[in-house]
């Protein structure tokens, strides 16, 4: 059974930096998407960004382009979001999810694409 867990969530004030991670087990993800995406109340989960584990491309939506950034480490099976000069609007859960498909298979930017995901992490934005 795939297993995600995030952590890193907080409390960063504007302009600040902070980095999520995700811990994915249960399988081997070589040909996995990993994305990443968050939602506020009231309302639609909505893509942030994506990483194909079989060949290491990325994708951000683009109010995050060039302020955000996805790594992972393969020996811990776990993929990285880097937030810099992060904004009041960055607020948000910030969820880890995972699909068993090549990123050309399918549409990595819409949530119910994704098979598996992990229970959230907070990330406020706030002075």
């Known amino acids: 059974q795939v297993q995600l867990v995030e952590s890193g969530g907080g409390l960063v004030q504007p302009g600040g930096s902070l980095r999520l991670s995700c811990a994915a087990s249960g399988r081997t993800f070589s040909r996995y998407v990993m994305g990443w995406f968050r939602q506020t109340p009231g309302k639609e989960r909505e893509f942030v960004a994506a990483h194909s584990w079989s060949d290491g491309s990325t994708y951000y939506t683009d109010s995050v382009k060039g302020r955000f950034t996805i790594s992972r480490d393969n020996s811990k099976n776990t993929i990285y979001l880097q937030m810099n000069s992060v904004k009041p609007e960055d607020t948000a859960v910030y969820y880890c999810?995972?699909?068993?498909?090549?990123?050309?298979?399918?549409?990595?930017?819409?949530?119910?694409?994704?098979?598996?995901w992990g229970q959230g992490t907070q990330v406020t934005v706030s002075s």
């Open positions: 999810a995972a699909e068993p498909r090549l990123l050309q298979y399918f549409d990595y930017t819409a949530r119910d694409e994704y098979e598996y």
